[in-house]
């Protein structure tokens, strides 16, 4: 199992980094319309618990997508680098959005 296994939860978040050197923000949330797993192509259900995988990219800008939160734990998070859990309050849209707006040498 892994060390952040059952993250993200509502009061954690996790941020690694990918391959690209883009970050990637894993964020607790609940569906609020259909989803389509990237990782598995299954559906996740309106009102479900998932994962939203935000990614900051390295040169500016976000994206993100609704993966199932056992596609992300078991895909994902093993093919990051340095992940580290963080309060989910600094994992907000708009905190992240801001963050890419910024190139990644500039970021805190
Ligand atoms: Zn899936």
Do not use: F
Not at 11 to 32: N, Q, V, Y
């Amino acid at each position: 199992m892994s060390a952040h296994a059952g993250l993200p939860s509502t009061r954690w978040s996790l941020r690694g980094l990918t391959d690209e050197g883009d970050e990637a923000w894993l964020i607790r949330s609940i569906g609020h319309k259909l989803y389509r797993c990237p990782a598995c192509h299954g559906e996740i259900e309106i009102g479900t618990e998932h994962t939203v995988v935000q990614y900051v990219l390295r040169l500016g800008g976000t994206e993100h997508h609704h993966w199932h939160r056992q596609c992300a734990e078991e895909l994902l998070v093993p093919d990051l680098r340095d992940v580290k859990r963080v309060p989910a309050s600094q994992s907000s849209q708009s905190k992240l959005e801001a963050r890419g707006r910024k190139p990644s040498g500039r970021r805190r």
